[in-house]
């Protein structure tokens, strides 16, 4: 299942336990919230136990979002059923890198699944999926995403290891 929201590409596979996100460039870090939690609930609802977030476009992330993610989303989310968790982010964004980190260290108590950094999305595809390939169907999905337009907006190889 494909959401394709004004800011963000979600994907679902149920089959797969696998949910996959893309930021879309040109969108402020105001539609963050509002994507981690469509991320969150569709955590919940699937039942997934692995996931990819794509943050190559994303902007800087604010003070502000990095208390919410800190206090509200990530124990949320570390309380699901997770296994797996592939960060996907730009070289060139070590700003981003950093704060990432820092909210992970933060909640490294919370942490009972693998979490590793990609700066491509087809390594951490890789890693994510293992010995069985992204079904082609699935990837075709997300390949046709691409050419959508997005909704309206009123419609809707760093491995870190705690211990």
């Given at each position: 299942?494909?959401?394709?929201?004004?800011?963000?590409i979600?994907?679902?596979?149920?089959?797969?336990?696998l949910?996959?996100?893309?930021?879309?460039?040109?969108?402020s870090?105001?539609?963050?919230?509002?994507?981690l939690?469509r991320?969150?609930?569709?955590?919940?609802?699937?039942?997934?136990?692995?996931?990819?977030?794509?943050?190559?476009?994303?902007?800087?992330i604010?003070?502000m979002?990095?208390?919410?993610?800190?206090?509200?989303?990530?124990?949320?989310?570390?309380?699901?059923?997770?296994?797996?968790?592939?960060?996907?982010?730009?070289?060139?964004?070590l700003?981003?890198q950093?704060?990432?980190e820092?909210i992970?260290?933060?909640g490294?108590?919370?942490?009972?699944?693998?979490?590793?950094?990609?700066?491509?999305?087809?390594?951490?595809?890789?890693?994510?999926?293992?010995?069985?390939?992204?079904?082609?169907?699935?990837?075709?999905?997300?390949n046709?995403?691409?050419a959508?337009?997005?909704?309206?907006?009123?419609?809707?190889?760093?491995?870190?290891?705690?211990?």
């Amino acid at each position: 299942m494909l959401y394709n929201l004004d800011y963000m590409i979600i994907q679902c596979a149920d089959e797969q336990q696998l949910l996959r996100t893309q930021w879309r460039s040109g969108h402020s870090i105001q539609h963050f919230k509002q994507g981690l939690s469509r991320i969150l609930e569709l955590t919940e609802q699937h039942a997934v136990t692995r996931v990819v977030l794509d943050l190559h476009d994303l902007p800087d992330i604010c003070i502000m979002e990095q208390a919410w993610i800190s206090l509200t989303w990530f124990p949320k989310m570390a309380g699901q059923p997770l296994q797996q968790v592939a960060l996907v982010m730009p070289p060139r964004s070590l700003y981003n890198q950093m704060v990432v980190e820092s909210i992970l260290w933060m909640g490294q108590a919370l942490i009972h699944f693998d979490i590793q950094f990609f700066s491509e999305v087809e390594d951490a595809l890789e890693w994510i999926t293992g010995d069985s390939p992204l079904p082609s169907v699935l990837q075709q999905e997300w390949n046709c995403s691409s050419a959508l337009p997005s909704a309206a907006p009123d419609k809707h190889y760093v491995s870190v290891t705690y211990s």
